[in-house]
């Protein structure tokens, strides 16, 4: 159901453009549907940050049809940003105070560039832990994005992340391994997934912490896991809220900065994603700038070559998300549950 623009926020904006639909304060105001709360907290590097925010605020908006959405951006001070990301952020961004006083209903929390082999070493470490201690207690879903699903399993399982030889890179081809679970309820048992890390939970790993992997791939690993409960911590570690161009502006980002020599190699062609049309268009491109002509990225002729195919699996997945806290705060707040839903067991899990 829709986004509610309760701030000046300009993803607002920009996603009304893109066809999803955002109501005015006023205009809540007068529709009978409850709301749910939900925060992001957004620890994306500058470049990134309003993307992020308007990739997760998508999914959300087109998710599910029995709420209004109120998303709360926060960040953490800790976090190194610009000038203008520091003027984006106290212009349109809450306060984890102020968040923390209000309540959430539920949560998302990205994934972030770090610049320590250990997460613990991190400048964010100790403000990222309180925000994830304060969820497990007052928030019924936490949802964690890519680094934040390493950052929980290290501080609350003792399971730490493993760096991988090669980057783990590209579209990804998934299987369901627990379809009786409702957050995979009515997706494709075999769907894709954006991935971009170089480290990596094993499944072995998430099992040994009482955590129950819901989806996986051959190349890529665990991407869904959910904690012991069912629902108090959802895992990603792929990137579901990517946009189409997402891992195309990654690889010119790192294919420049391998041609400034801040890379000490061209970067490879993340799997399953540039078809061959869009290589030879790369291939050419790379001869011909190292053979010393100074030519334009040609990204217009790339992105008619792009395909998205994990975005209609990453909406039904967070629609059965927001479905589920919608069930489960009905419950603690005595309202009345939706036909066919069991009051005593609302995830239906066995």
């Known amino acids: 159901m829709p986004l509610v623009a309760h701030n000046a926020l300009p993803t607002f904006e920009r996603l009304r453009r893109d066809g999803i639909t955002v109501l005015s304060p006023e205009r809540a105001a007068n529709q009978e549907i409850r709301e749910l709360h939900v925060g992001l907290l957004n620890m994306m590097p500058d470049a990134a940050l309003e993307a992020t925010e308007r990739q997760f605020y998508r999914l959300v908006g087109e998710s599910n049809p029995i709420a209004q959405f109120y998303m709360h951006p926060f960040t953490l001070p800790a976090l190194p940003r610009s000038e203008s990301a520091q003027a984006h952020i106290a212009q349109y961004y809450e306060t984890f105070d102020t968040i923390r006083a209000a309540g959430l209903d539920a949560l998302i929390i990205t994934g972030a560039n770090v610049s320590h082999p250990n997460l613990a070493d991190e400048a964010f470490w100790q403000p990222l832990i309180e925000v994830i201690d304060w969820a497990w207690d007052n928030v019924t879903s936490t949802l964690c994005s890519c680094l934040a699903t390493h950052a929980v399993m290290q501080f609350r399982h003792g399971q730490t992340r493993v760096k991988q030889p090669h980057k783990i890179w590209g579209v990804f081809e998934h299987?369901?391994?627990?379809?009786?679970?409702?957050?995979?309820?009515?997706?494709?048992?075999?769907?894709d997934v954006p991935h971009s890390r170089w480290n990596d939970v094993s499944r072995a790993q998430f099992e040994a912490a009482g955590v129950k992997v819901l989806a996986e791939s051959a190349g890529a690993g665990v991407h869904m896991a959910v904690s012991g409960d069912g629902l108090r911590t959802v895992f990603f570690q792929g990137h579901p809220e990517y946009d189409t161009v997402s891992l195309l502006k990654e690889y010119k980002r790192d294919l420049l900065l391998a041609a400034a020599g801040t890379l000490p190699?061209?970067?490879?062609?993340?799997?399953?994603?540039?078809n061959r049309q869009a290589q030879a268009l790369l291939l050419e491109y790379r001869a011909r700038t190292q053979a010393g002509e100074s030519l334009g990225f040609p990204e217009s002729l790339l992105l008619p070559q792009l395909d998205n195919t994990w975005h209609d699996t990453a909406e039904g997945v967070i629609g059965n998300w927001i479905g589920c806290v919608y069930q489960v705060t009905h419950r603690e707040r005595g309202l009345p549950f939706m036909p066919g839903i069991d009051p005593a067991n609302p995830l239906g899990l066995v």
């Open 175 to 191: 299987r369901v391994t627990d379809a009786r679970h409702p957050l995979v309820a009515d997706i494709n048992t075999r769907f």
């Open 265 to 274: 190699a061209m970067p490879p062609f993340p799997a399953r994603y540039f």
